[in-house]
């Protein structure tokens, strides 16, 4: 046993030497075991990966470069313009600010519509719906429409925003074979006869207090400005042009109706028929606008005039977006000299503009005597106007001067 004993632990110190002597080898002479080479590709396919782009660092690394990784692609997604960053900066904060406190409400409902036969049923035709603090209000229609047999069929609408404030309204809608379209007629865009006499209007209307005028625009087309003001007219009211379907456009009539009014010796103003979608479009509608006026004079404040409300819920906008786009144009139109004023008709100053500035209003309501309790400085009093000098209907409008 004594002899097993002394080979073993010979056997044992001749294979740590040879170990260490291996291990010696292995640090002093890499090549030999092709440990240099390894390095080597190792090293050749680091070095270039700081040249690849993020998405492919991600793909390769540890779970903790990744996240490494991950934060610089959103330091990269975020490096936009300081003007960028100011905007995104403070829409967040307004969204933050926000309080969802309302149910949405429809800003046009059209409570028995007939649609045509065979057609799909589009309500986005017969409504348009708006809330307070959610740009993408829920509609749902409760009900049956057969839309290949003629008949009424009474339906259900409902708005739900994301608080889950909800708003139903019924609806019949008619179902009809569509009339035959008259194509007959020669176009140009003027419109029917009015059926209300300025002269009529003078008499109700003017006042030691009051100045009577028309507002206009290319319906119109050529007007007589000499026998416009024969007639008692004061002032004229004018398109000068508008942004529409993303593209800015100056009323072919604008200049003959801007040069005759001044001509004749009427008072002038102008508006603007907005389509803003943001209030950084409406700052560029500004500078649209002055570029046609071109230091022009005017006797009245320039109106900002936005209608698309049958649409409104295709902007994306809330009602506050919609009032900051008000807010720009009339900074915008401030900062060059001139004042501003909002058109609207009486339904949406009530429920849908706030004029934060307290600016003046133009007031649209079709009736002998507004029950608009607000302030305005001109009422739009009839679409129904007839005035010698304008081949027909026109717009009657009473100025306040106090």
């Known amino acids: 046993m004594d002899v097993f004993k002394k080979v073993l632990a010979t056997v044992g110190e001749i294979l740590l030497v040879v170990g260490f002597v291996g291990a010696v080898i292995f640090f002093l002479f890499p090549d030999m075991f092709g440990r240099g080479k390894e390095e080597e590709e190792v090293a050749s396919f680091t070095e270039p990966m700081t040249h690849v782009t993020t998405e492919t660092v991600t793909e390769v690394t540890t779970e903790e470069t990744e996240e490494e990784t991950t934060e610089e692609i959103t330091e990269a997604a975020t490096e936009l313009t300081t003007e960028e960053k100011t905007k995104a900066e403070e829409k967040a904060r307004t969204d933050s600010n926000l309080k969802d406190e309302k149910a949405p409400f429809f800003m046009i409902f059209n409570s028995s519509p007939t649609a045509p036969l065979g057609e799909v049923f ?34 259900k609408i409902t708005l739900t925003d994301d608080a889950g404030h909800t708003t139903s309204k019924d609806m019949e809608v008619e179902i009809a074979r569509k009339e035959p379209s008259d194509n007959s007629g020669g176009g140009g865009g003027s419109v029917p006869a009015g059926g209300e006499d300025f002269s009529k209007f003078i008499e109700v209307y003017k006042t030691d207090k009051t100045s009577v005028g028309i507002d206009i625009s290319r319906w119109q087309e050529t007007v007589d400005f000499e026998k416009v003001k024969a007639a008692g007219c004061e ?27 001044k001509a004749a010796g009427l008072k002038v103003g102008v508006y603007w028929h907005a389509e803003d979608g943001s209030p950084e479009e409406a700052a ?9 006026l071109d230091d022009e004079t005017l006797d009245l404040p320039i109106a900002y005039d936005w209608e698309d409300w049958n649409n409104f819920e295709d902007y994306g906008m809330n009602l506050y977006d919609i009032n900051k786009c008000y807010e720009a144009f009339a900074n915008g139109v401030e900062a060059r000299g001139y004042e501003a004023c909002l058109y609207s008709s ?18 649209a309501h079709y009736v002998s005597s507004t029950g608009y309790t607000g302030k305005f400085f001109m009422w739009q009093h009839s679409s129904n106007g007839r005035i010698d000098g304008i081949n027909g209907a026109v717009d009657l409008d009473v100025l306040y001067l106090d």
Do not use: C, Q
């Open 122 to 155: 589009d309500i986005h035709k017969y409504v348009g719906y708006a809330d307070d603090v959610d740009r993408n209000v829920d509609i749902k229609v409760d009900g049956n429409i057969d839309i290949f047999e003629e008949g009424t069929y009474p339906v």
């Open 235 to 261: 002032f004229v009211y004018m398109r000068l042009g508008g942004y529409d379907e993303g593209e800015y456009y100056t009323d072919r009539y604008y200049k003959a109706n801007i040069a005759g009014a």
């Open 284 to 292: 560029e509608s500004v500078k649209y606008l002055m570029g046609v």
């Open 346 to 363: 009486k339904n949406f100053l009530e429920n849908t503009w706030t004029n934060e500035g307290n600016r003046p209003i133009w007031l």
